[in-house]
C-alpha cells in the first residue's frame, strides 16, 4: 500500500480508502452484519488502508460506532474522516429520500459531540460538510467555526464532500478558492470525469487533496454491472439508466487495448488512472466483501499510467470513447 499527503495538511492516507457506507445499509445488494463489518475492517488495516471515510447519517450512527469499535485501542494509527450536516435525530430517512440539512454553527457543535461519543474518539482527522448548497458555502460564520475546532485540536482538518444532485461545480470551486478546507470528496471516474477535471484543477492550485467516490462507476468498471444487471429498488444503483449502462460496456470494449498493453484488467486501468494524478490524495471503492478489499488494495502499487497513456485515456473520453486506441 502507498501513502499520500491529504491536501495542506500533514495526514498520511493510504491511497486506497475504506468508504464505510455499505457496512451500515443494505444500498449495494448486501446486508453486512455487525461481526462481518468489524472482520473486514480489521482486514482493510491489514491491507495496509489506514483511511476510514463515513457520515453520522449512515445507518444512523452505525457505520461510526462499528469503526470505533472496530479501531477503539488504536486511535493513533488510523485516520478518521465523517461527513455531516444532514438532520438525522430530528426526522426519519425512508429509502433514498433526503433528509433535511443543517449546515450551521450551532448544528455543528451539536453533530460533532454525537460523531465524536459514537467514535470513541476525542478527535476527528477530516470532518466535512455532507452535499452542501451554495448558501453553506457561502456562511463565513460556519467556516470560522470550522476553522476554530481546527486550532482547538478537536477535529485536525475539515473538507466538502459534494453531492451531484444537490451542489457539484460551482459549490466545489467556491469551496477551493475561498475556505480552507484541506480536501473535496467528489464522484470521479474514466467515464464520468466532469466536472471532477475542473476540480482537480482548482485543487492544484489551492492545495487542495481530492477524495474521489464511484470510482468504478457504480460496477461497471469492476465487470460486475452489465447491460442485463437487474437492480433491486432498494440498491443505490438503481438510478443508472439502462442507456447509461449500454453506452458504457461500448465505451469500456474501446478501452480494453489500453489495459491489455499493460497487462491489466480493466479494474486495475480504472484505479490507476485516477491513481496517476498527484492531486488525487485517496480514493474510495465501494467494496462489500474481505475478496474486494483484497482486490482493490493491491492495485495501489506505485505502478501508474504514463502521462502519454493518461492524455490518451481523456483524449477517448473527449471523443466519447467512439474511437480506436492507437496501436503499437
Excluded at 195 to 207: H, M, T, Y
Excluded at 298 to 325: C, H, Q, W
Aim: with cysteine; glycine share 6%.
Amino acid at each position: 500500500m502507498k501513502y499520500r499527503r491529504l491536501g495542506k495538511s500533514d495526514i498520511r492516507v493510504s491511497e486506497i480508502g475504506f468508504g464505510a457506507w455499505t457496512i451500515a445499509l443494505d444500498w449495494w445488494g448486501k446486508k453486512i452484519d455487525d461481526d462481518e463489518a468489524i472482520r473486514m475492517l480489521k482486514k482493510a488495516y491489514d491491507l495496509g488502508i489506514n483511511f476510514y471515510e463515513t457520515a453520522d447519517m449512515y445507518g444512523k450512527g452505525r457505520s461510526e460506532k462499528l469503526i470505533g469499535q472496530a479501531f477503539k485501542d488504536m486511535r493513533n494509527e488510523v485516520v478518521y474522516s465523517t461527513k455531516w450536516g444532514y438532520d438525522l435525530y430530528s426526522a426519519e430517512q425512508i429509502g433514498h429520500n433526503e433528509l433535511p440539512q443543517k449546515h450551521d454553527p450551532e448544528f455543528l457543535q451539536f453533530a460533532l459531540k454525537q460523531s465524536l461519543e459514537r467514535l470513541q474518539t476525542d478527535y476527528i482527522d477530516v470532518y466535512s460538510l455532507h452535499n452542501p448548497k451554495m448558501d453553506a458555502m457561502q456562511n463565513d460564520e460556519l467556516f470560522s467555526a470550522l476553522d476554530d475546532l481546527v486550532k482547538k485540536g478537536t477535529i485536525k482538518s475539515h473538507g466538502v464532500a459534494l453531492g451531484p444532485a444537490i451542489g457539484w461545480k460551482e459549490e466545489g470551486i467556491f469551496a477551493i478558492e475561498n475556505r480552507n478546507i484541506t480536501c473535496l470528496q467528489t464522484v470521479y471516474n474514466i467515464l464520468e470525469q466532469d466536472p471532477g477535471r475542473d476540480l482537480i484543477r482548482s485543487a492544484q492550485e489551492n492545495d487542495v487533496g481530492i477524495m474521489v467516490r464511484v470510482p468504478d462507476a457504480s460496477g461497471l468498471l469492476t465487470g460486475k454491472v452489465n447491460a442485463n444487471t437487474k437492480f433491486d429498488k432498494n440498491d443505490h444503483r438503481s438510478f443508472r439508466k439502462q442507456e447509461f449502462i449500454k453506452e458504457a460496456m461500448q465505451k469500456i470494449d474501446n478501452m480494453k487495448p489500453i489495459a491489455d498493453k499493460r497487462g491489466w484488467n480493466i479494474t486495475q486501468l480504472a484505479i490507476k488512472f485516477i491513481l496517476s494524478q498527484p492531486q488525487i490524495s485517496v480514493v474510495l471503492p465501494t467494496m462489500i466483501s474481505v475478496e474486494e478489499l483484497e482486490m482493490f488494495a493491491s492495485i495501489s502499487d506505485g505502478n501508474y499510467l504514463s502521462p502519454d497513456e493518461s492524455a490518451r485515456l481523456t483524449e477517448m473520453y473527449e471523443n466519447n470513447f467512439f474511437v480506436k486506441p492507437v496501436a503499437g
